[in-house]
């Protein structure tokens, strides 16, 4: 088991006998194949293994496809693209899949249409973070580069995606018959695009599910105050009636309050939960970029996250207030729920815009404080 609780969740697809196990070996350790006798996560689709790497002191979690081919990609689209929704959607950035390696193998030199349609686009709409790894990669053969260049222009083409979204792998050192050695190539490619991926993730999907949480327990709130206002009878005196009313707005003012409680919080744990597998992946590629600086940020570094983001939160949404006695009882249900539902639409639109800009903003914050 893993105490220190850092995470890094893997999800990695490919049809048969495009070498996942060799890849998991050589990107993450010599014993990933041998914990493969996991439990599935889904009955078609998953199946979930761990590796604790001692060395960086992170618990590696991969989910793994298996039996993906064209007659079962439904199935695939069904129950992985669920598990991803979901975890996608988390507040809790060790929810979240860190990586998704999709394998693609040179030596069959295609792309087959299903793997296409059925699981890279539905991926890419979602802005999952996807890299397409070509397996057998050898640079010293004319007709293995040509395979690579063929299957990178179809996947470019298809889904729009950028050239450095696919990275050529060697995953096992080889020796040809004709005496040449092919050696393992890739590791630093996979890994600088695993850092790079990730900061661009927490700076797209933080924000977005912040936001859903707000909205979410706005939702809830608004669902409450109805249940309120049909409780209400003809014969229900006029001080109860306003004292329902009250206790509907400092219900609004609770459940915001917590609401911005609980996103500062997730803020926080987030870009801690970044920081921390920044400075235990392996340091490859150029230490100007943005994401290998976090590696001389020390575990306690403190973005004083109270100082903005549950303030920004509160301080941006309207004030909240009911004339009570304007809610007689012969009209007090639709009265109160039109004035529920109106506070509804005030705050739900300034949740939209207005606080997830100002969470974008402090995302942009973050990252150049980072890159000092």
């Known amino acids: 088991m893993d105490n220190t609780g850092l995470v890094s969740n893997i999800l990695i697809a490919g049809k048969t006998g495009v070498g996942k ?14 914990s493969r006798a996991g439990s599935p996560v889904t009955e078609e689709g998953l199946h979930e293994y761990e590796y604790y790497d001692l060395e960086r002191g992170i618990l590696f979690r ?11 990609s439904d199935e695939w689209h069904e129950a992985v693209l669920a598990v991803v929704n979901e975890r ?6 060790a929810d979240w ?27 890419y709409e979602k802005e999952s973070n996807v890299t397409i790894i070509l397996t057998s990669y050898n640079p010293e053969s004319a007709m293995n580069v040509e395979k690579a260049e063929a299957m990178e222009s179809v996947l470019m083409r298809e889904l729009g995606i950028p050239r450095e979204a696919m990275i050529r792998v060697n995953s096992v050192e080889k020796k040809l018959l004709s005496g040449q050695l092919v050696p393992r190539l890739g590791y630093d490619a996979v890994w600088t695009r ?9 700076e797209r999907k933080l924000p977005l599910n912040l936001t859903n949480h707000l909205l979410g327990e706005l939702e809830a709130w608004r669902d409450r105050s109805h249940r309120v206002a049909e409780s209400i009878r003809i014969f229900t005196p006029q001080a109860m009636i306003s004292w329902k009313a009250r206790q509907i707005e400092k219900d609004l003012e609770a459940t915001l309050e917590a609401a911005a409680e609980t996103t500062e919080e997730a803020m926080a744990e987030g870009i801690r939960h970044y920081i921390q597998l920044m400075e235990r992946y392996p340091l490859v590629g150029a230490p100007s970029d943005l994401v290998f600086k976090t590696r001389r940020v ?3 570094f403190d973005y004083s996250f109270k100082r903005t983001i549950r303030k920004m939160v509160l301080g941006m949404i309207p004030g909240v207030h009911f004339i009570y006695w304007a809610f007689k009882r012969r009209t007090a249900e639709r009265g109160i729920k039109k004035a529920v539902n109106q506070q509804y639409e005030v705050v739900k639109q300034t ?3 207005d606080v997830r800009r100002g969470f974008e903003e402090e995302m942009r914050r973050l990252g150049r404080t980072l890159s000092q």
């Open 194 to 202: 695993n850092r790079v991926n990730l900061w661009q993730d927490v």
């Open 88 to 93: 996608e959607g988390a507040l809790d950035i």
């Open 298 to 300: 020390e575990l306690g």
């Open 21 to 34: 196990s060799a890849f998991l070996n050589y990107i993450y350790g010599r014993d990933i194949a041998a």
């Open 351 to 353: 949740i939209e815009f």
């Open 62 to 72: 991969f989910f793994d496809t298996w039996g993906l081919e064209a007659d079962r």
């Open 97 to 123: 899949f860190h990586t998704i390696y999709y394998l693609l193998s040179i030596n069959s030199g295609r792309v087959e249409a299903y793997e296409i349609d059925a699981i890279l686009r539905p991926l």
